[in-house]
């Protein structure tokens, strides 16, 4: 089975299994890492955003047009970034490296 590795915002490195076809936002929940996912990963939201390794970014799928619109609300964005709900696990991407941001920037408001 594939694995792939969190840097938590501390810095802390945890390496977990990522069976093939769940993406990284559900990977996150099944390990028990805080990685938000408000929108529960339908593209509403951009609370699961990740930062995608340099050596790990070229080998995924283009994003589209509706994550990259979600990912211009996400906090702390960068030239790697990605919304872990889009990414899917493959072969090709055993050994996938993503980090977390400090914090995240949930838009939804409460009534």
Do not use: Y
């Not at 089975?1 to 769940?22: C, D």
């Not at 790697?80 to 490296?97: A, F, K, N």
Request: glycine share 6%.
């Amino acid at each position: 089975m594939p694995k792939m590795t969190f840097v938590l915002s501390n810095g802390e490195r945890k390496e977990v299994e990522a069976e093939n076809g769940v993406n990284v936002l559900e990977i996150a929940h099944k390990n028990h890492i805080d990685l938000e996912g408000a929108c529960e990963g339908s593209l509403a939201c951009s609370t699961c955003h990740v930062v995608i390794d340099d050596d790990w970014f070229d080998k995924l799928e283009e994003p589209t047009e509706d994550e990259e619109d979600m990912l211009d609300l996400a906090f702390a964005l960068t030239h790697t970034s990605r919304l872990g709900c889009q990414i899917e696990m493959t072969d090709e991407l055993d050994g996938l490296v993503v980090t977390l941001p400090e914090a995240t920037r949930n838009m939804a408001v409460d009534k």
